[in-house]
T-cell receptor
Framework: DGGITQSPKYLFRKEGQNVTLSCEQN?????MYWYRQDPGQGLRLIYY???????QKGDIAEGYSVSREKKESFPLTVTSAQKNPTAFYLC???????????????FGPGTRLLVL | SQQGEEDPQALSIQEGENATMNCSYK?????LQWYRQNSGRGLVHLIL?????REKHSGRLRVTLDTSKKSSSLLITASRAADTASYFC?????????????FGKGTRLHILP
């Protein structure tokens, strides 16, 4: 059963703590993305990766870090530098990164991050 | 308006009626996509329409694209309770060497029983 998974579903962060959100896909997609969604808002791009061992900053990368050591995995770390981390985080993947044409993105179920 | 802005922000209709949502954008696009998001879940791709297409159908969904007006509409016919969700349009914007997708803020659709 192919798809994209995220864990955990809910995550609690204490003040000054780094937390890591997991994203795994078995769709054999090259490109992966992390988005942040605030209540009643659209999606804002945090980081994206076109290929293994490569990633680029999106619109709101400050306070976040990523790695792409394996094709199927793209974890996101929310660092203590991110002062307002409470949000719904969505991971997505696509066959290839957009080059002149849009590619359908497949989304995971999301992780809701809350600050204690 | 910003790139990929949906209208209306919220819509409530009776079950069985048709629902129409609109998306306007500012810059030229190659394609436009519509996604659905149920509350607290990830987005699900509904339909993609290319810039050289004017209309596309998928089941009870009909999408139109007017590149001269820089707008698209999503029509859901014979609405059902299960159609209650937020609907987002996504447009690709050329940034340097690559395109990136920009999502609008969405239309919240509520189907009344």
């Amino acid at each position: 059963d192919g798809g994209i998974t995220q864990s955990p579903k809910y995550l609690f962060r204490k003040e000054g703590q780094n937390v890591t959100l997991s994203c795994e896909q078995n769709l054999n997609h090259d490109a992966m993305y992390w988005y942040r969604q605030d209540p009643g808002q659209g999606l804002r791009l945090i980081y994206y990766s076109q290929i293994v061992n490569d990633f680029q900053k999106g619109d709101i990368a400050e306070g976040y870090s990523v790695s792409r050591e394996k094709k199927e995995s793209f974890p996101l770390t929310v660092t203590s530098a991110q002062k307002n981390p409470t949000a719904f985080y969505l991971c997505a993947s696509s066959i290839d990164y957009i080059r002149g044409t849009q590619e359908t993105q497949y989304f995971g179920p999301g992780t809701r991050l809350l600050v204690l | 308006s910003q790139q990929g802005e949906e209208d209306p922000q919220a819509l409530s209709i009776q079950e069985g009626e048709n629902a129409t949502m609109n998306c306007s954008y500012k810059t030229s696009i190659n394609n436009l996509q519509w996604y659905r998001q149920n509350s607290g879940r990830g987005l699900v791709h509904l339909i993609l329409i290319r810039s050289n297409e004017r209309e596309k159908h998928s089941g009870r969904l009909r999408v139109t694209l007017d590149t001269s007006k820089k707008s698209s509409s999503l029509l859901i016919t014979a609405s059902r309770a299960a159609d209650t969700a937020s609907y987002f349009c996504a447009t690709a914007v050329e940034m340097n060497r690559d395109d990136k997708i920009i999502f609008g803020k969405g239309t919240r659709l509520h189907i009344l029983p």
